[in-house]
């Protein structure tokens, strides 16, 4: 085969002989020694075999783990912690350190994202030597294991100091329970402060599971609302016991 | 009668050479898994393509019953996951697939970059890689923004907001991309829709072909 003017390929396969680098042409294949296969039908069918089976595992993936979908956006919801996809989590964390924040920002988004891109889509031209193996480009080779620390490192602060529980709380999908607001139960909960985390609507919040549906009974209510429950603290009820008790039959109605 | 039928479009069209240059190649001893198991990390490459194509065909069956706007598009998306028969496979697919795609991705850009295979006369295919590597982040960024549940939205806004921080164009970009200097809403959906249903698909045909081109035209870069 005529190749132009006749590139040279550095340390590639079709190269050996030294008779052929003077013709400055690569081998053909067929003259390639050692146990060459062909393409077609032979390796691409062990290849659609191993994605055959790569196949089965993305399905067994989606169904023991089906694509997760939070509650439909409402852009009023100012509480809500945001959270990129895990992909972008090192950049998501680095963004949150105070030299690549606030007024210097442009540093975190930009610079240094910019640096570490820029540096891997010009690596051919940074890395000229003809050297391949990695013991031998030491600088390479050196770059490129701090950049994936950096990268591991970051993901694994920015999933370390996530607050997962908060997270799914706030994301969760809450059937609209019908709440009479001006029911006797409502006006007590709203007195005694129970509405400020738990929503207008008792739907939940960032700090505090929603009280809808909730599963309990009347006297278990009752008793958290005086003792609280592991954030919640005690004596957030002011209330009298005759109130008390309206209001855990009202929140332990809800949604039944 | 298919070799018939094969002849007749030949005679007329001399179809031989356009197959033959794809698949009439020998695959080398050093890539092959069968002679040397640690050749497995020449897979990841094939892999990320194969993620790709589930990708392409899982987004073609979403599209059927995705709709774009921003009251009915979380709608649409929760309808696919609860009542559409298979839809929860087909949706699955396609979000686990967008990881899936760039873990194989980012394996394949390390295998080629601690062999060395970038370097000469291997440069562009390396460029072209790296801006299939772009595409690919664009892909997942704005794919993550349509089922437009909470996550979607205030990621999208953090998103946006790095995109407003880039020195003179910042703003432009963030009008561009979101459709309003300062909403995020009904322009931003469709936008995203567009960037990742026919923009970013189109460069990234583009750029598959010139990669895959220029490994046939160079071949496999040898062993160490």
């Not at chain 1, 939070?70 to 030299?99: G, M, V």
């Not at chain 2, 018939?4 to 020998?26: F, G, S």
């Not at chain 2, 946006?160 to 003179?168: C, G, K, V, W, Y």
Request: charged share 20%; aromatic share 14%.
């Amino acid at each position: 085969m005529h190749r132009g003017k006749g590139l040279k390929f550095v340390g590639d396969s079709r190269i050996l002989a030294p008779e052929a680098r003077e013709k400055k042409l690569p081998k053909d294949y067929s003259e390639y020694p050692g146990k060459t296969e062909a393409f077609w039908p032979n390796f691409l069918l062990k290849e659609w075999m191993v994605g055959a089976v790569f196949l089965v595992g993305i399905l067994c993936l989606t169904v023991a783990h089906p694509a997760p979908l939070e509650r439909i956006a409402d852009p009023t919801d100012t509480s809500y912690i945001p959270l990129p996809d895990w992909y972008f989590l090192f950049l998501y964390q680095l963004l949150k350190y105070s030299y690549a924040s606030g007024p210097y920002t442009v540093i975190g988004a930009i610079i240094i994202p910019g640096l570490v891109f820029g540096g891997l889509l010009l690596a051919p031209f940074i890395d000229r030597g003809p050297e391949r193996r990695p013991s031998k480009r030491p600088l390479a080779t050196g770059f490129m294991l701090l950049a994936l620390a950096a990268i591991t490192f970051l993901t694994w602060q920015s999933v370390a100091t996530h607050d997962w529980a908060a997270a799914e709380r706030q994301g969760k999908i809450v059937e609209k329970v019908d709440i009479d607001k001006t029911s006797e139960g409502y006006q007590i909960a709203k007195a005694n402060t129970c509405i400020t985390c738990h929503g207008d609507s008792l739907q939940g919040g960032p700090a505090a599971p929603a009280l809808t549906k909730t599963g309990l009974s009347a006297d278990e209510i009752a008793k958290i609302a005086k003792n609280g429950f592991k954030t919640m603290p005690a004596g957030v009820f002011k209330g009298s016991d005759e109130e008390l008790k309206k209001l855990s039959e009202f929140i332990s109605g809800l949604g039944k | 009668m298919l070799n018939k039928l094969y002849d007749w479009v030949d005679e007329r069209l001399d179809i031989t050479p356009l197959w033959r240059d794809i698949a009439d190649h020998e695959v080398p001893e050093h890539v092959n898994p069968a002679h040397h198991f640690s050749a497995f990390v020449y897979c990841f490459g094939g892999m990320t393509f194969f993620v790709t194509v589930i990708q392409i065909l899982s987004g073609m069956f979403l599209t059927m019953y995705y709709v774009p706007d921003i009251k009915n598009a979380w709608e649409s998306v929760y309808y696919l996951q609860n009542e559409v028969a298979f839809g929860k496979i087909v949706r699955g697919m396609h979000h686990w697939g967008a990881s899936l795609v760039l873990v194989m991705m980012f394996l394949h850009t390390l295998r080629v970059f601690f062999q060395g295979a970038y370097k000469k006369p291997r440069e562009l295919n390396w460029i072209v890689g790296v801006l299939i590597f772009f595409v690919m982040l664009g892909l997942g960024f704005t794919g993550y923004l349509l089922p437009w549940d909470m996550k979607a939205l205030f990621a999208t806004k953090v998103g946006l907001q790095i995109a407003e921080s880039t020195p003179f164009i910042g703003s432009y970009v963030k009008v561009l991309l979101a459709g309003h200097e300062h909403i995020v809403g009904a322009q931003t959906l469709t936008r995203f829709f567009a960037i990742h249903v026919f923009f970013l698909p189109a460069v990234l045909f583009g750029l598959l072909a010139a990669h895959f081109i220029m490994i046939r035209k160079q071949g496999i870069s040898g062993p160490l």
